[in-house]
């Protein structure tokens, strides 16, 4: 940690940019919307032009194939003219100023997931939560602590109980440094009183590769990361970081079950700029209520192995509120911030 | 056996072999033109494939990607403007061949190694899937961090004339890669309070910048004091008898390297390329003039750099986790027809998971037909005055850089790098070690840092995995066999000769 100072240096500096950018893309913003709304005194039904949906990441990977999918949908059953926009970057602070920059008209709807919450408190996006209007929540996949099958580790009990005798000692990891799957190994410590190190790995694909490679002994992970392996029984879920045992996974204990209070989800949902107004958002709810009605939604869900939170405008915001503390919280303590 | 006949009935079918030439047209395309790689080309097409049926959609995808691996050459060769990553390496002897007026027979080297890249990448992946995916596994990483050691140990045969010039590119190369996000902290590095610079300084954009650009003021420079090169047009693909003589080891061994680096994720097409040429020029006796267009210097890269594609696919498939970006897009299209790859497919879709298996091969002697139908006339270009070409390269490259994020900042920085790319011919300091060490600075450090992670610190690590002794031992034969050489009796005129 030698370069602590630097780093300190560093943010400072560029927390002060950060104000100048963001500054400058809400005086850009605002001179943009007002100029719009001065274009269209009366607002027939929306959408009267093609909609972008923003993804925060790139092509490839869970966020764009949900992304893709409500397209494809909203096209379908909507009736929209929907075009994707990948806009990776930034821990997603570019898909983020990609929004900020446009109006608050509701046709730049963001793609995003829970990571959100992880980049504010890191102090990686320079955005607020308030910047936003968070819409919908649609999928969420829990994390699960998982070994292989020929793994000593029967039950997170097992887990815990050597993690105790022998601290430090197994390989964890998981996708990310500082992200939701080691802060959920994090709480998981702190219930079950041991102490582990933490393996990152910078793609979600590695961390299944590197468990089956036997470079990890456990892996805080979602289980549709390795799908094939946990289907086959190759990889066990010890614990899964749902309420009740996913419909999916129904062999999969959960961590509740086991008397350990881990519960978490990463989701993934849409959010527009603060400041849209009430009549185009209602028209965005209309538009997701059809596409969740939708079978062909509800089968991609279940082959995607999503649970679907469904969560409106105000519990989606409450919820990611609560996150946000919660996390804040973790990473001081975990030291990822001062 | 079934799921094989099925396959081909789809393949040999009008609208198989009707994708597969599409394919192959705009991988070409999307190949040659800078900062258009496989990936982007395979995301604008996913909107197309949702009516098509999965095994239609695959063929499709992977005939563009096979072919845009290979498209990258064209440009690297005609303009010194590699459009792709993995072309960097074939720009070097490339354009060197063709300043010399042998575009023709640089042309028909790439195209033919790479068509036998793409083959033989093809064919291990039919035939060893299992076997490659069960070596993918054993990387930890240690076994990664001296992978890319081995690939800098490269840097010494791209120095040109100084071996002092060559260290202190890569060491700037090395100090970018530095930049963005710690892979371990999680805290961003050097990033001035860029959010843009949070994944690192854009490689494309480096590689457009110092490569494209650079060469495009170059032009624009000897046009206005009336010095052109020489004009070589293309007449035709195929090699003589000499040529194939001359290089078939470098194809072969180029394959083998690119196939076993393409299945590993993370390293791919990018590293292979130097690695594949780096292996032809030690093996070469000195006699070829490596740096200064010698046929080798195409035939090895570009047959690595297709034999990748076969590599790739070997952890989707197999074990149904993508290697590399663009393998993940073709993952999501799957997802999106409702198929999750993985072992499991073999039983559940024989007919498409071999469709994906003989569609590598098939896409490979696709793009060679189609190569030698097109080349002809696509290098034409060269005949153009050199203004007019500064001006070509200078629209793509703005093009191809806003394209990698849809980012004003990355065009900026892409000019940038031209600017001191130029800059570095004038002082003739050579510029691929830049890109070789920002390629491989990131996948040495990160892995260096996670193996000392995973150890708790305990250095005796990158000698107890295996993998990771047999590449350090590599590495040391690398820096050392050279040396050795130059003591040697043919040493100087050997040195002289390489330089």
């Known amino acids: 940690m030698q370069s602590s100072t630097n780093a300190a240096m560093g943010r400072t500096f560029g927390a002060r940019m950060r104000r100048a950018v963001s500054a400058a893309c809400l005086a850009v913003a605002g001179v943009a919307a007002a100029t719009a709304m001065s274009a269209s005194?009366?607002?027939?039904?929306?959408?009267?032009?093609?909609?972008?949906?923003?993804?925060?990441?790139?092509?490839?990977?869970?966020?764009?194939?949900?992304?893709?999918?409500?397209?494809?949908?909203?096209?379908?059953?909507?009736?929209?003219?929907?075009?994707?926009?990948?806009?990776p970057g930034g821990s997603g602070a570019v898909g983020m100023s990609q929004i900020a920059t446009q109006p608050a008209d509701g046709y730049n709807i963001l793609v995003l997931t829970g990571t959100l919450t992880f980049g504010i408190a890191q102090g990686l996006i320079p955005f607020k939560v308030d910047d936003l209007r968070l819409l919908r929540a649609m999928q969420s996949e829990p994390s699960s602590l998982a070994v292989l099958a020929d793994s000593p580790f029967k039950s997170v009990d097992d887990f815990v109980g050597y993690m105790k005798e022998h601290p430090n000692e197994l390989r964890v990891g998981g996708h990310s440094s500082g992200g939701f799957h080691q802060y959920m190994l994090?709480?998981?410590m702190?219930?079950?009183?041991?102490?582990?190190?933490?393996?990152?790995?910078?793609?979600?694909?590695?961390?299944?590769?590197?468990?089956?490679?036997k470079h990890l002994d456990a892996a805080m992970m979602t289980p549709s990361t390795g799908l094939s392996q946990v289907k086959s029984g190759e990889i066990r879920l010890l614990g899964v970081t749902t309420e009740e045992r996913s419909p999916f996974l129904p062999d999969a204990p959960t961590f509740a079950e086991q008397g350990y209070d881990l519960t978490g989800a990463i989701w993934r949902g849409i959010a527009v700029k603060a400041g849209t107004p009430d009549d185009v958002v209602a028209s965005i709810q209309t538009a997701i209520d059809k596409v969740t009605a939708s079978e062909d939604w509800k089968t991609f869900q279940e082959q995607q192995f999503q649970d679907s939170p469904d969560w409106a405008e105000e519990e989606f915001t409450k919820q990611v509120k609560k996150d946000l503390e919660e996390q804040s919280e973790f990473l001081k303590a975990a030291g990822f911030v001062q | 056996m079934d799921g094989i006949a099925q396959s081909l009935g789809i393949i040999f079918s009008l609208g198989g072999l009707g994708v597969l030439f599409i394919g192959a047209l705009l991988g070409i395309v999307v190949g040659a033109l800078p900062g258009l790689g496989p990936s982007i080309g395979l995301s604008l097409l996913i909107p197309f494939t949702y009516s098509m049926s999965p095994e239609l959609s695959m063929l499709l995808m992977i005939?563009?990607?096979?072919?845009?691996?290979?498209?990258?050459?064209?440009?690297?060769?005609?303009?010194?403007?590699?459009?792709?990553?993995?072309?960097?390496?074939?720009?070097?002897?490339?354009?060197?061949m063709s300043q010399k007026g042998r575009a023709n027979e640089a042309i028909s080297i790439?195209?033919?190694?790479?068509?036998?890249?793409?083959?033989l990448g093809g064919l291990a992946l039919l035939l060893l899937a299992m076997p490659l995916a069960a070596l993918a596994l054993s990387f930890g990483p240690a076994g990664y961090f001296a992978v890319g050691l081995f690939g800098l140990t490269s840097v010494a045969a791209l120095s040109g004339g100084s071996l002092i010039k060559g260290l202190l590119c890569a060491a700037l190369g090395l100090a970018l890669a530095t930049v963005g996000i710690d892979p371990i902290a999680g805290t961003p590095r050097f990033t001035f309070g860029h959010f843009e610079l949070y994944e690192g300084v854009p490689f494309l954009a480096a590689l457009i910048g110092l490569f494209a650009v650079s060469e495009a003021f170059a032009l624009a420079e000897k046009h206005a004091r009336g010095q052109g090169m020489d004009k070589s047009g293309v007449g035709h693909v195929f090699m003589s008898l000499g040529l194939w003589r001359e290089t078939w080891r470098s194809m072969l061994s180029g394959s083998v390297i690119g196939t076993l680096l393409g299945i590993l994720p993370g390293v791919g097409g990018n590293i292979a390329c130097w690695v594949a040429r780096d292996y032809a020029r030690a093996r070469s006796k000195g006699s070829e003039a490596f740096g200064a267009g010698a046929p080798n210097g195409v035939a090895a890269p570009e047959a690595a750099n297709n034999a990748t594609v076969g590599g790739a696919l070997v952890p989707m498939l197999a074990l149904g986790v993508p290697g590399s970006p663009t393998t993940a897009i073709m993952m999501g299209a799957l997802i999106m027809?409702?198929?999750?790859?993985?072992p499991q497919l073999f039983a559940e879709q024989p007919a498409l998971v071999y469709a994906i298996l003989l569609g590598v091969i098939l896409a490979a002697v696709v793009q060679y037909i189609v190569g030698s139908i097109f080349l002809p006339v696509l290098a034409r270009t060269v005949l153009l005055p050199d203004g007019v070409i500064a001006a070509g390269i200078l629209c793509f490259a703005v093009l191809g850089a806003y394209a990698i994020r849809n980012l004003m900042f990355d065009v900026w920085l892409t000019m940038g790098f031209g600017v001191l790319g130029y800059m570095m011919k004038k002082f003739s300091f050579p510029v691929a070690p830049v890109i070789l060490a920002m390629v491989l600075g990131y996948l040495i450090e990160s892995n260096y840092r996670t193996a000392l992670v995973s150890s708790r610190g305990d250095y005796t690590v990158f000698v107890t995995d295996?993998?990771?002794?047999?590449?350090?031992?590599?590495?040391?034969?690398?820096?050392l066999v050279p040396i050795w050489r130059a003591w040697g009796p043919r040493g100087r005129t050997a040195r002289r000769v390489s330089a």
Do not use: C, M
Not at chain 1, 192 to 198: M, P, V
Not at chain 2, 110 to 119: C, F, N, P
Not at chain 2, 468 to 479: E, G, M, T
């Open chain 1, 41 to 87: 005194p009366a607002r027939a039904e929306f959408p009267e032009k093609p909609v972008t949906l923003v993804v925060w990441s790139g092509a490839g990977g869970a966020l764009d194939t949900y992304g893709r999918k409500l397209a494809e949908l909203l096209e379908k059953d909507a009736g929209w003219t929907v075009k994707v926009d990948n806009r």
């Open chain 1, 186 to 188: 994090y709480q998981l």
């Open chain 2, 337 to 342: 027809h409702g198929l999750h790859p993985g």
């Open chain 2, 110 to 119: 790439s195209l033919t190694a790479s068509t036998i890249g793409g083959i």
């Open chain 1, 190 to 213: 702190k219930q079950g009183g041991f102490e582990s190190g933490w393996v990152p790995h910078d793609a979600s694909g590695k961390v299944t590769l590197a468990l089956l490679g």
């Open chain 2, 63 to 96: 005939s563009l990607y096979v072919s845009a691996e290979y498209g990258g050459s064209i440009s690297a060769i005609l303009l010194s403007t590699p459009g792709t990553a993995a072309a960097a390496a074939t720009a070097i002897d490339g354009y060197a």
């Open chain 2, 466 to 479: 295996p993998i990771s002794v047999l590449f350090l031992l590599l590495s040391l034969a690398s820096i």
